[in-house]
T-cell receptor, first 118, second 113 residues
Framework: DGGITQSPKYLFRKEGQNVTLSCEQNLNHDAMYWYRQDPGQGLRLIYY???????QKGDIAEGYSVSREKKESFPLTVTSAQKNPTAFYLC?????????????????FGPGTRLTVL | KQEVTQIPAALSVPEGENLVLNCSFT??????LQWFRQDPGKGLTSLLLIQSSQREQTSGRLNASLDKSSGRSTLYIAASQPGDSATYLC????????????FGTGTRLKVLA
């Protein structure tokens, strides 16, 4: 059953604590993304990765870190430097191939992780 | 800088009505445009993807059109049902070498039974 999984579904963080959100995909996609969603706002890009061991900052990378050691995994760490981390976090992936029958660059999303600061 | 706007922010219609959702973007140099559906507290579900060389895509009761010159895309939903109630978002990928997407803030649709 192909898709993107995120864990945990709900996460609570204490002040000054680092937390890591998991994202795994078995779609064999090259690119993976992390977005943050706040009420009434669109999705904002935190980090993205087009290939293993490489990633780029998005529009709101401050206070976050990522790694891409395996093609199928792209964990996001919310550090204590992120002053307002309460939000809904979404992971996505897409193929980078072009042409043929593949809907290239179509993004697929995981179910999300809701992070709350206590 | 690419900006994506979706108007209206919210919409209520009676069941059975045909409706159109709008997505506007400021830079016509896009690679593709994707429409998504999001149910409360859930992730996004891809509905339709339109490449820059295409004018429209269809899936069941959904039809998405793209007019790059005017910076607009529309999502047409035929014979709306209460199960169509959700937030609909559009996203554009820029034509440059990066694989970044810019999202609109969405239209919250409620179909009344």
């Amino acid at each position: 059953d192909g898709g993107i999984t995120q864990s945990p579904k709900y996460l609570f963080r204490k002040e000054g604590q680092n937390v890591t959100l998991s994202c795994e995909q078995n779609l064999n996609h090259d690119a993976m993304y992390w977005y943050r969603q706040d009420p009434g706002q669109g999705l904002r890009l935190i980090y993205y990765s087009q290939i293993v061991n490489d990633f780029q900052k998005g529009d709101i990378a401050e206070g976050y870190s990522v790694s891409r050691e395996k093609k199928e995994s792209f964990p996001l760490t919310v550090t204590s430097a992120q002053k307002n981390p309460t939000a809904f976090y979404l992971c996505a992936s897409s193929s980078l191939s072009s042409g043929g029958w593949v809907s290239y660059n179509e993004q697929f999303f995981g179910p999300g992780t809701r992070l709350t600061v206590l | 800088k690419q900006e994506v706007t979706q108007i209206p922010a919210a919409l209520s219609v009676p069941e059975g009505e045909n409706l159109v959702l709008n997505c506007s973007f400021t830079d016509s140099a896009i690679y593709n445009l994707q429409w998504f559906r999001q149910d409360p507290g859930k992730g996004l579900t891809s509905l339709l993807l339109i490449q820059s060389s295409q004018r429209e895509q269809t899936s069941g009761r959904l039809n998405a059109s793209l007019d790059k010159s005017s910076g607009r895309s529309t999502l047409y939903i035929a014979a709306s049902q209460p199960g169509d109630s959700a937030t609909y978002l559009c996203a554009v990928r820029r034509i440059s070498g990066t694989y970044k997407y810019i999202f609109g803030t969405g239209t919250r649709l409620k179909v009344l039974a």
